[in-house]
């Protein structure tokens, strides 16, 4: 096939993969049929409603009272185009009944009445041309994130139905005009700039300028007791809102959070030859936000904690802060500038957001080492769930929105980056830029697919982005590598590569990656062009035979790469700290396989490498590691005989590293591995006299945490949590562990009510306080008495999907199974999805994600025990 044959079928494909919004893959409905009414937004619904609906606009006014149990009264007016009034409309709004007060269709009352989740205009009503709407409502809280003091929108992907009625699908964008009316000392932020204010006694009113075109799960609004930052940057004026209570965050962070924000505007104005296209450009620091930022125009939102650092910051979290503020501000171009069809092709705006952000990160921070963390970042999150048997492709299916929060994870924010790392590189960088320079202003204020953008990019090269595209987007899963190395007289004769697919199919990866044949007195690289399932290397042939071949020394491969004993003995002599990170995630993912290496062979070179090992993200990588393989794969009893001579070490390597951040790096881990009665005494005696070891800065919540972790260990010492609270200053935080100290309690009836409190949706608002609890409750030292709680953690599943944000059906899961590595445990997974045979795919897909760890642990305690 030609190139001018294959972009025929390019566009054709395209048709066929847009997801139904832009697609003949289903029929439109026609003049004279009813698109049926049902929960959320079908895609059907959404390709009718593209087709006749266009100019858009909503006029929303809320009234915030003070007291959180009040009601948020609301009205708004909706003007739009309808090309066709044959058919009823229907206006989505996911509310109780008595939440709809009134409703007019251009002046007339019509029923107010909400079926399957939505408003029906009648057609009898409705006009060609332009239509407007007047609603009367208490607006839903479920999105609304009401706090005591202050509250915050957050629609993503399709939670604005929640909060007041519109048209809430990504491809219809809209204007928003907002009016709040709140109390008197309260700021507010939202999409358009603040066009007036007024005060009336208690209240103020605030009117904000109608906001860009936007979709609308970006529209968004933030109120409450926040102190304003307004700073001036390179000719861009910032508005920051924030409650951080702590001087020295605020000294040590105002400064890089604005820096950054510039830096990284500065840097997608320079790609993208597209200038912010945005009227303003704001944001705001939230106490425990959900996620770590939501790019909403003119009003991003950011986890607090992940903005504010202090002094005893360790250079991982700074390129942290670095790598959110960057993403958040990329999305601007990437998903608000132009955004998908349908959130099938979600993940194009995360994939871009963090492809951005890294580089970004690379230019913006000095010595940043941008292959150290792209790999460190994105390999180990990405395999940990491509290796699962619920993995997920990149490009899933969606036949309505409200399953399209189950779309989010590791795949989309990990693995896609990667393939989009190899899709440069398979490209050439300018080629690429030059493309998604076209796609952004083709489309920009618009929406597109991913079809569109293949399209784009495959009139740029020769390579057949087809047969790339389908395994590495719309296929699960990871190739496993293997090779044969023939040698004669020292000398290398033939260097052969396999791939495989892990499940045990054919498919091939096409992809760049480098192997290193490491000798005594240097090293040789190689490029391996893995176009095919099986390649000769002919470069190898009549070179030396190396010690070991350290596969993806690079750290741009992806799959499981071969590794070998030789390479334990050698490992940290290899100077560039990208290889050394490459091999540790090798050895790690054959050693969950079963492969090469035992969970304690790794455990015992980890232990011995910490004091070798001085890349901070190495040791950062490695202790997460050694944790995992100890509290997981090792049996109580072996954990409980190898405790003591682990803590010594660790706190010896502690004492010999020189960097204040690795020390504190060995501080975190010898407080997560700590069980000796010994260790447990050195840990109160810092937390107590608040004295940190020697060259380890320890803040307010480094102290919060080593109680709580005195507190899982049912630590002899009186109220322990209860002095902690006196320490801390911050509001916010005093309450965040007000909410945790039941599930930290040594009372085990305590324990089990506040478990069974969670059964409340009103008791899992605070989403990321629930996950920190579950850690606890579920931790290991807990789980002869927490284990009861799994089934009923499995049943709330389905309900916590529909009152919960998109990350935390997962993180409901994983918080609760990661400690587990019990038979009985396992079983309790496989006896529920064996008693749900028709259970959501997608939410199965997520259990099994979430249980591979506890299946893997099953199988190597076991081997483990057959061994011994």
């Not at 048209?167 to 907002?178: C, M, S, V, Y």
């Not at 030859?273 to 303003?280: E, T």
């Not at 790019?295 to 670095?322: C, M, N, P």
Request: hydrophobic content about 40%; overall charge negative; glycine content about 4%.
């Amino acid at each position: 096939m030609n190139k001018k044959q294959r972009n025929l079928l390019i566009a054709s494909i395209a048709l066929i993969n847009a997801g139904g919004i832009a697609s003949c893959s289903k029929p439109a409905a026609n003049s004279t049929s009813t698109i049926p009414v049902e929960a959320g937004v079908s895609e059907e619904l959404a390709t009718y409603r593209k087709q006749v609906l266009s100019q858009i606009a909503y006029d929303i006014n809320l009234t915030i009272p003070e007291q959180k149990q009040q009601p948020i009264q609301a009205s708004e007016t909706i003007t739009f185009h309808l090309a066709d009034n044959s058919k009823p409309l229907q206006l989505d709004f996911k509310e109780q009944p008595d939440h709809l007060k009134q409703v007019w269709v251009n002046g007339k009352p019509v029923e107010a009445r909400i079926e399957e989740e939505h408003i029906i205009l009648p057609a009898a009503h409705l006009k060609k041309g332009q239509n407007e709407v007047k609603v009367e409502f208490i607006a839903g809280d479920l999105s609304l994130n009401r706090n005591a003091d202050y509250l915050y929108t957050l629609l993503v992907p399709d939670r604005a139905r929640t909060v007041m009625p519109v048209f809430d699908q990504p491809n219809l964008k809209a204007t928003f005009k907002l009016t709040l009316t709140l109390p008197k000392e309260w700021n507010a932020l939202a999409n358009g700039t603040l066009q007036d204010s007024t005060v009336n006694g208690q209240v103020k009113t605030y009117t904000f300028a109608t906001s860009d075109t936007i979709p609308t799960y970006l529209f968004s609004f933030a109120a409450g007791k926040f102190k304003h930052v307004q700073r001036d940057m390179s000719g861009t004026t910032m508005h920051f809102y924030h409650r951080e209570t702590d001087a020295s965050k605020l000294e040590e962070s105002l400064d890089p959070i604005f820096n950054i924000h510039r830096d990284a505007l500065t840097f997608l104005e320079d790609y993208t030859k597209i200038p912010y296209p945005f009227q303003k450009f704001d944001f705001v620091a939230i106490p425990d936000f959900q996620y770590g930022g939501m790019e909403h125009v003119g009003a991003i939102q950011y986890k607090a904690s992940s903005l504010f650092l202090d002094e005893g910051a360790t250079k991982d979290q700074k390129i942290s802060r670095s790598n959110l503020i960057a993403h958040e501000t990329a999305h601007m171009w990437f998903g608000d500038l132009v955004t998908m069809q349908w959130f099938n092709d979600v993940w194009m705006k995360e994939v871009f957001a963090n492809f951005m952000a890294d580089k970004i990160t690379q230019v913006a921070l000095e010595d940043s080492n941008f292959d150290m963390k792209f790999l460190v970042d994105h390999f180990p999150a990405a395999y940990s769930i491509d290796r699962t048997t619920g993995a997920n492709p990149i490009r899933q299916p969606l036949d309505n929105l409200n399953n399209a929060g189950s779309l989010y994870g590791s795949i989309i924010y990990h693995k896609a980056p990667i393939m989009m790392r190899q899709l440069e590189r398979l490209m050439g960088e300018e080629a690429f830029k030059q493309g998604l320079q076209e796609y952004l202003k083709k489309y920009a204020y618009q929406n597109a697919t991913w079809p569109d953008l293949i399209q784009i990019l495959d009139a740029r090269t020769s390579a057949d982005l087809q047969q790339w595209n389908q395994v590495w987007v719309n296929e699960p899963g990871r190739p496993v590598f293997s090779y044969d190395m023939q040698s004669a007289g020292g000398k290398i004769e033939s260097l052969r590569i396999k791939q495989r697919g892990e499940d045990g199919s054919s498919r091939v990866w096409p992809q760049f990656f480098e192997i290193a044949l490491v000798y005594p007195n240097r090293i040789e690289e190689l490029t391996v062009d893995m176009t095919q399932s099986e390649v000769i290397l002919d470069e190898a042939a009549g070179k030396e035979k190396p010690q070991f071949i350290l596969f993806n020394s690079s750290g741009q491969g992806y799959g499981v790469f071969p590794v070998e004993q030789a390479m334990l003995q050698q490992l940290y002599k290899l100077e560039n700290p990208v290889q050394r990170a490459s091999a540790y995630i090798n050895l790690f993912e054959n050693m969950l396989n079963g492969r090469e290496i035992t969970p304690m062979q790794l455990l015992s070179f980890y232990q011995n490498g910490l004091t070798q090992e001085q890349e901070e993200l190495n040791i950062k990588l490695m202790t997460g590691q050694l944790s995992e393989i100890y509290w997981q794969l090792l049996t109580p009893a072996q954990r409980q005989a190898y405790a003591t001579q682990l803590e010594q070490s660790i706190w010896q390597s502690m004492q010999q590293q020189k960097s204040a951040n690795v020390k504190k790096l060995l501080f975190k881990t010898f407080q997560s591995i700590t069980l000796s009665q010994q260790a447990q005494d050195k840990l109160y005696a810092i937390w107590k006299d608040k004295k940190a070891p020697a060259g380890v800065k320890l803040n307010e919540d480094d102290y919060t945490s080593l109680a709580l972790a005195l507190a899982v260990r049912d630590y002899k010492a009186d109220n322990i949590l209860q002095q902690q609270l006196t320490r801390i200053q911050n509001p916010d935080r005093k309450k965040r562990l007000e909410f945790l100290m039941p599930a930290l309690s040594a009372d085990v009836q305590v324990r089990d009510a506040f478990f069974a409190s969670l059964a409340e949706a009103e008791n899992r608002e605070k989403e990321s306080w629930v996950g920190s609890a579950l850690g606890y409750l579920h931790h290991p030292l807990r789980a002869r008495t927490s284990e009861k709680y799994l089934p009923q953690s499995l049943e709330l599943l389905e309900e916590i999907q529909q009152t919960g944000d998109i990350f935390f059906p997962f993180n409901w899961l994983s918080a609760t199974f990661d400690s587990y590595q019990s038979p009985e445990a396992a079983k309790v997974v496989r006896d529920f999805l064996a008693a749900h045979p028709n259970y959501n795919p997608k939410l199965k897909a997520k259990i099994l994600q979430a249980a591979d760890g506890l299946f893997r642990a099953e199988k190597l305690v076991e081997r483990k025990q057959a061994g011994s």
